[in-house]
């Protein structure tokens, strides 16, 4: 079967007869069968996904079909899905079933979408590499010896590898973007409060979105127009309207990109001349593009830990051994309970968050860190506000290196922080952000670039990517 990269090339083929949703379903399991050494999945739902498939096809024959319907997705493994195990490739929740279905993933089901099974991620979505899984590392199916991105790897290599049309990931630092940028793929932020996070395992509740990474542009706007709205459940989800996308190829566009981040030690040298080249091809194409400078880079990534590291310690104490979830085998009493299970479930990374949060809150330390994190996160928002007033878009590399080693930032936890670089600004400001495939290193690795714009404006966003993508096409 041939390699699709968006739902309207298999719609096409659906209706000309010569691909149905079961042999759909078919070729992708064969394909994840086949590179299951990539780790990128945790569980199939193949008998569902086949019994769906079928659903959908009687469906398309009556005319019933939803907007969903030929799309094969997988989900990250800390989105929960009724009835099937999610475990946020933490020990802690081994076994674990989730009791209902996240309104993101409810949403896409009513349009018919088919969901193939859940993706390996760093546990509770800490993590730039895959590595932090209980599960294990994810391979770049690129260059096998090379991580994925994180924490949504295991989705990104779903994508890149063929083995799904598309998946959901989750970016609470950037785990949807550059994991995309890692492996070739668009990666989408919504902004804050666009996408319901109810149903979605709680990392950093003040930054956390669901969104999608895809092969096209098309698909990355359809899942999102569809997953996002007001939920009752999540009391931060936004009550504005979700507008729909057209396309207009001819909007010229005024972009800014802060002369910081590529000037910056630590961005690799062919990236930073792709980007210029980047940059090139932008002017060429009639866009204005002026530089600024944005002297807070270095404040982002210290503000963004603290921050994410206390909502965490918060939101983890939930896995207490107690009412789910795993529970220690010499737990006797109510505190041997709590210090043993969390003691075995939790990994390494997740402890040092849980450990560093708690410090940061604790009452000796809270003004020096959390509350001083809190008013430099206003000034990060209010900045970059100023800067989207003025700008259409903010532009940047996604990441300053293509994806690295296995192993390589493993045991340096500053080194695999600094791969945030970039992306944390746009969750820090609640903005919208995309990282889209624009190049390839001489290794032959995938180069993304990051777009970031206006609160609420995704539709502007999707234009002028989709604008960009075209000219970077077949890469
Ligand atoms: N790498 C970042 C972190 O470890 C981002 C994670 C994320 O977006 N979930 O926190």
Same mark, same amino acid.
């Given at each position: 079967m041939k390699r699709y990269r968006s739902l309207s090339q298999i719609r096409l083929d659906i209706d000309e007869g010569k691909v149905s949703c079961s042999s759909l379903v078919d070729y992708y399991l064969e394909r994840i069968a086949q590179n299951s050494h990539l780790n990128a999945f945790l569980e199939i739902f193949d008998e569902d996904a086949k019994a769906q498939a079928k659903l959908v096809d009687q469906k398309l024959k009556d005319g019933s079909a939803g907007r969903l319907a030929g799309m094969v997705l997988a989900i990250k493994d800390n989105i929960s899905y009724r009835g099937h195990h999610v475990s946020a490739s933490s020990k802690i929740l081994e076994g674990f079933e989730a009791v209902y279905t996240a309104t993101a993933v409810e949403r896409l089901i009513a349009e018919d979408v088919i969901i193939i099974g859940r993706c390996n991620c760093d546990e509770f979505a800490m993590g730039a590499s895959n590595e932090n899984s209980a599960y294990g590392a994810v391979k770049?199916? &690129? &260059? !096998? @010896?090379?991580v994925p991105g994180g924490s949504s790897g295991g989705s990104a290599v779903a994508v890149q590898a063929d083995l799904c049309l598309a998946a959901l990931g989750s970016d609470t630092g950037g785990s949807i973007r550059q994991p995309a940028a890692f492996t070739g793929n668009v990666g989408f932020k919504p902004t804050y *409060?666009?996408? %319901?996070?109810?149903g979605l395992l709680a990392y950093g509740s003040s930054f956390d979105q669901i969104g999608p990474i895809s092969r096209s542009m098309e698909d990355c706007a359809l899942i999102y127009e569809i997953m996002a709205g007001k939920d009752p459940? &999540?009391?931060? %989800? %936004?009550l504005k309207e979700v507008d729909s996308w057209e396309y207009s190829p001819e909007k010229k566009y005024k972009i800014g990109y802060i002369k910081e981040t590529i000037e910056r030690e630590g961005i690799d040298s062919e990236l930073k001349a792709h980007f210029n080249e980047v940059l090139d091809g932008l002017k060429a194409d009639g866009h204005e593009i002026e530089a600024v400078s944005f002297p807070y880079l270095d404040y982002m990534v210290p503000c963004y830990y603290v921050l994410t590291t206390a909502e965490a310690s918060s939101n983890l104490s939930r896995y207490s051994g107690m009412l789910y979830g795993h529970r220690s085998s !010499?737990?006797?009493d109510i505190d041997t309970t709590f210090i043993k299970s969390r003691s075995e479930g939790f990994g390494e990374e997740v402890k040092r968050r849980i450990m560093t949060g708690t410090f940061v809150l604790s009452a000796d330390y809270y003004d020096a860190y959390y509350t001083k994190a809190q008013k430099v996160r206003r000034v990060i928002q209010n900045e970059s506000k100023a800067l989207l007033d003025k700008f259409d878009f903010l532009i940047s $590399? /996604? /990441? $300053?290196?293509a994806a690295f080693k296995? *192993? !390589?930032?493993? @045991?340096d936890p500053i080194q695999m922080y600094l791969a945030d670089i970039y992306t944390v600004q746009a969750p820090l400001a609640g903005l919208p952000a995309i990282s889209i495939p624009t190049g390839r290193t001489k290794d032959g690795l995938a180069i993304g670039t990051q777009v970031m714009g206006n609160s609420f404006e995704e539709k502007k966003l999707f234009n002028f990517c989709k604008q960009v993508l075209e000219s970077y096409e077949n890469l």
């Open positions: 770049n199916a &690129d &260059d !096998e @010896s090379r *409060g666009r996408v %319901s996070r109810w459940h &999540d009391a931060t %989800s %936004s !010499e737990a006797q $590399p /996604t /990441t $300053p290196t296995l *192993g !390589e930032k493993a @045991s």
